[in-house]
């Protein structure tokens, strides 16, 4: 069973209504994605939406199960849409996102420089959830991405770490992944507050100029917590809390990744704030 599958059943029935719009999307995705225009390198971004759309996946995804909804959504709007795996530990085939996460921003910056070129354009936008919506901090802070990244969007990003008690809730949507994580996954441990790896990226400020920052988070989130701890600081930073948009949106850590329109409505908004519109519970049917 895919995880994203997994993940929905393990959710409350109340979240399940608010984004049981995008369960179709999904698993006609699922089907399609090869033709679909997501990874599709002829793509040449429009002057509507003049930038690629990187998208990076969360701990023990992939560039496909954590995009089954997002991707479509963004294709279906006119934007040139890729995804990356990373992360993948030596003879490792079912889960990624644990190697070292400085390792895993090095291959962050080589799909970026591939996208661009493929596009002829200058910069990408970044939308990540998890430690995708953290890894590519450090790609910008410390491996020249600030000069080819407009926007960063993370949602339900590990931004100043979490407990490593909370990581290990994942595992229960990524069986056998437990086996992995006892023989050593430094992209879990990498995560945990106060680690060498989030210390040194907390050592620069949390955003950098010229890169334009949103965090997309739930109250109800039990890996990343406390939630707030995901918010970033600084000028050019939107601190979104999705129950302010919808009260009705129970969706936690896995599920306003991997399924919440209203959270995709604020991704869309992100890209193209020129054109933004509210986000509200009538999001989910978008």
């Not at 698993?27 to 990187?54: D, E, F, L």
């Not at 996946?57 to 909804?69: A, E, F, K, Q």
Request: aromatic letters at 8%; one cysteine or more; proline letters at 8%.
């Amino acid at each position: 069973m895919m995880p994203w599958k997994r993940a929905l059943g393990a959710i409350p029935a109340l979240a399940l209504a608010v984004t049981a719009a995008a369960v179709p999307a999904a698993t006609t995705a699922q089907a399609a994605a090869p033709s679909s225009g997501w990874n599709n390198y002829s793509c040449k971004p429009s002057a509507a939406h003049p930038r690629p759309v990187v998208l990076v996946p969360g701990t023990l995804g992939n560039s496909t199960d954590n995009w089954l909804v997002l991707a479509p959504y963004l294709v279906n709007r006119g934007y040139c849409v890729f995804s990356l795996d990373y992360g993948q530990l030596p003879g490792e085939t079912l889960f990624d996102g644990l190697a070292p996460i400085d390792q895993s921003a090095g291959q962050l910056s080589a799909f970026v420089d591939k996208v661009l070129a493929a596009t002829g354009t200058a910069k990408a936008d970044i939308v990540g959830h998890s430690q995708g919506g953290m890894m590519p901090n450090y790609y910008i802070k410390f491996l020249g991405g600030a000069a080819k990244v407009n926007s960063m969007t993370g949602i339900a990003p590990d931004n100043h770490g979490t407990t490593l008690s909370g990581l290990t809730k994942l595992l229960p949507y990524f069986p056998g992944a437990a086996d992995i994580l006892k023989k050593g996954a430094p992209g879990l441990t990498d995560q945990v507050a106060g680690s060498p790896f989030i210390n040194k990226l907390n050592s620069l400020p949390d955003t950098v100029p010229g890169v334009h920052y949103t965090v997309i988070a739930t109250k109800y989130d039990e890996v990343v917590t406390p939630y707030k701890t995901q918010f970033l600081s600084g000028s050019d930073v939107n601190n979104v809390l999705i129950q302010d948009k919808c009260a009705a949106d129970l969706s936690e850590h896995v599920t306003i990744g991997l399924t919440d329109k209203i959270a995709y409505h604020e991704v869309a908004n992100a890209l193209d704030p020129a054109h933004a519109t509210p986000t509200t519970c009538a999001s989910a049917a978008g």
